[in-house]
């Protein structure tokens, strides 16, 4: 049914899920059916560019060059960020 | 209430508004959460009434706002104020019953920015539904709502109350939840408030009914990961702890009734002496942060002693204020559903009376003394 996550895999918020920012408490978060996802501050740096276009991998070096940090690293923050909004259903892979 | 300390606590901005546009609806279930006193048409909030208190919502610092009655498509008003929500970036959330929404008026929601269909079931077919919401026909209207709710692609999740009448149909609901193409199942035993607590004899499930229904939907849950979310409320009179009601008094959710009062829950009218303010004389920050009814309970320090050295307080904050009144004629008490409250085997006792009963229902009507709207 839903298709892999990896470094060529497009993802999207799903109908039902949106990002916004949160001025009373601070921060942003994912608004979602009965459920309200706050983000830290590395998981709305990588959430902006997630527009359904891009690639994992081309959000990857976006944010390598944006933070001045290691590949790897920054890989592994973003799959690991996308695995657990998946399992939570506020993600989902398009390609 | 002149006993009660009315300290101001600093408490953080509410996410949700629990909107209860109306609490007219054509169904009749006995377990409905509206106080048994509902309240008229003729003193419901105007559009630009509601307009006002969505926009002080979202100032306040409201995320999500659930659209809800009664029916809440009884409103003319309802395209509009989903409308408003959308302009003030209030996440909007429909909870219908789903039998009165034509798919022309869908569409007025869908453009106006509705987010989220909360569609409620009374029974997972027809002579089920028909006997629980007192409404012939309600089961096929419902299935060609969720139809056209997911044809839209709008996200829909199938909201049931379990009691007594359908406590057999757990499967049945979530095969329904699948066939319909819902994302979520919320199945939620019947919480004792309201129509439901006048119908405690006719709704209470035995509990090895209640036991197998909590295994299935366990399994269920295992099963479906990925295709169905199942969320499950457990029936809190067969439990051991109390349900972190409301996620502490105060502390995330506002309620306003169609006539403007300004609620920490559905049920708080039902506590003694607490003094509500409406939106008519109030703004809503003004509601949340200074009330007397907000801050009456806010925090756990009025909690007896077996509460403050507890270590669940920080999970269940003593669980419902309005459930510690109705069984204990405190609401400073600890939730009498915990088994260290004195009152906990009164609650063990009366579940079983009231599980062996065979009452009929009452259903959930305007009274007839003074005349409906």
Redesign the interface.
Known sequence: MSKTLDDNAVVRLPRGVRMREDAARGGWVLLAPERIFQLDAIAHAIMIHVDGERTTSQIVDVLVVDYDAERRQIRHDVLALFHALIDRNVLEVIS | MSDMPQVETTA??P?GLLAELTHRCPLQCPYCSNPVELERRSDELDTAGWQRVLREAAA??V??VHLSGGEPAARPDLVELVETCAQE?L?S?LITAGVSITPERLAALDAAGL??V?LSFQGADDVVTEHVSGMRGAFDKKCAFAGEVSAR???L?LNVVLHRANIHQVDDFIELALRLGA??L?LAHAQYYGWALRNRGALMPKRADVMTALRTVEAAKERLK??L?I?SVVPDYYAHFPKPCMNGWGQQTINVTPSGLGLPCHAAQTIPGLEFWNVREHGLSDIWYHSPAFNAFRGTDFLPETCQSCDRLDIDHGGCRCQAMMMTGDARQMDPVCQHSPWHEDIQTLTLEEAGRDEPFAYRRFAKTARPA
Request: charged residues 25%; glycine residues 16%; without cysteine.
């Open positions: 953080a901005p996410m306040l610092g995320l999500q970036g996440y959330n987010d989220h909360q692609g709008l996200p999740t994302e979520r919320e990925g295709r979310a969320d």
